[in-house]
């Protein structure tokens, strides 16, 4: 997508950015952010403050050395006005910056490449997995990143920079951010690694002693199976993109990294597959070990149920008192006579406990209990 705008009379011509006159001295406070200078020779690594500091390093930095400008933290309307300013920024560029929560995405514009990743960790603080949005905008040997938080997955980028003898510092600013992406699905490895963990502990105690208590907990790790395969599922087709691209940024060595990064996200959504049918598979485990639960005490209560069925029905037959005497004095035999036989209690007590044993060898002769 290329779209025309209007440059300033004072650019920088090696990168395609343009300073604008007066911008140098406007002093914009910034979230944590930090400035990577680098090539295979040297390295200088500080700490940015202000907008006025960013725009003297893309102004003043050597064409044969790559800068990288890391902003950790959300980007206001102002600053993403001030930035594209600096980085001649499309105004659909800085409505992306500003909303938050777009999918993984490739896009060309005129001087520069704009792309954005999902950086997803489990937060330190609130042991909640994060979503976190990257943006990144790739010039000829300038890349700026914007990350909603100050936590991220680049640590391991960084190192390699400050190491003297790394692929990394020969790079130009597309490979680096090449290195970014790549750190980002690495990262996907450990949180699947600690979901299976989870799932494995929780399927052991679903089947020593399942528990209501155990649901939630479930239904935890199927939301978050669920935005890691949302995430990485557009991150793959992005990185899909960015190995068919014809621009001169990318040369062939790139597109063999990009193809092996290709191949961790079709790893990573077998993976996440895997732990979704098993976390869908432990919620059916639970509603089985419940039915069967349930069941369990159905049938110790049919059980006792079937039991006493007889009983009661004797105990109300000879509750119901009928007299054996009419009105008349006369004997009435079908007026339940034994009612006043010498002991008639102990009989229907010895009647009864034998019906109740009868029924429970019944019962354990058709394995029922």
Request: glycine share 4%; net charge negative.
């Amino acid at each position: 997508m290329n779209y025309n705008k209007k440059r300033s009379k004072k650019q920088h011509l090696d990168l395609g950015l343009s300073i604008l006159p007066g911008l140098v001295g406007d002093s914009t406070a910034l979230p944590p952010s930090r400035s990577y200078i680098y090539n295979s020779e040297s390295y200088d690594e500080g700490t940015i403050e202000t907008v006025d500091q960013i725009a003297n390093l893309v102004k003043n930095h050597p064409t044969n050395k790559v800068l990288w400008i890391d902003i950790e933290g959300k980007c206001s309307k102002h600053l993403a006005d001030e930035l594209g300013k600096i980085f001649n920024l499309h105004e659909l560029e800085m409505e992306d910056m500003i909303n938050l929560y777009q999918r993984p995405k490739v896009e060309e514009y005129n001087n520069h490449l704009f792309m954005i990743s999902r950086m997803l960790y489990y937060n330190k603080t609130t042991q909640n997995l994060t979503n976190e949005q990257v943006s990144y905008f790739v010039y000829e040997n300038v890349l700026l990143t914007i990350q909603e938080e100050d936590e991220d997955a680049f640590e391991p980028v960084r190192e390699k920079l400050r190491k003297s003898k790394t692929n990394i510092r020969s790079g130009n600013a597309m490979q680096l951010a090449y290195f970014l992406m790549d750190a980002i699905v690495d990262n996907y490895y450990p949180m699947l690694e600690e979901i299976g963990d989870r799932l494995d502990s929780l399927e052991s105690q679903l089947l020593k002693s399942p528990d209501k208590s155990l649901l939630p907990q479930i239904q935890d790790i199927k939301r978050e199976v669920f935005f890691l395969r949302k995430a990485i599922w557009a991150e793959r087709d992005k990185i899909n993109e960015l190995i068919r691209f014809d621009h001169h940024y990318f040369d062939d060595k790139l597109k063999l990294y990009l193809r092996d990064t290709y191949d961790h996200c079709i790893q990573i959504i077998d993976i996440i597959e895997s732990h979704k049918e098993i976390s869908y598979s432990l919620a059916d485990v639970y509603l089985s070990s419940q039915n069967i639960k349930m069941s369990e005490v159905m049938k110790v209560l049919t059980v006792i149920s079937s039991i006493f069925i007889p009983l009661t029905f004797i105990a109300g037959v000879y509750g119901m008192n009928f007299s054996h005497i009419d009105e008349e004095g006369k004997i009435a035999p079908y007026n339940m006579p034994e009612l006043y036989q010498d002991n008639g209690y102990m009989f229907v007590m010895v009647g009864m406990f034998i019906i109740a044993m009868a029924e429970v060898i019944y019962f354990r002769y058709k394995r029922w209990i």
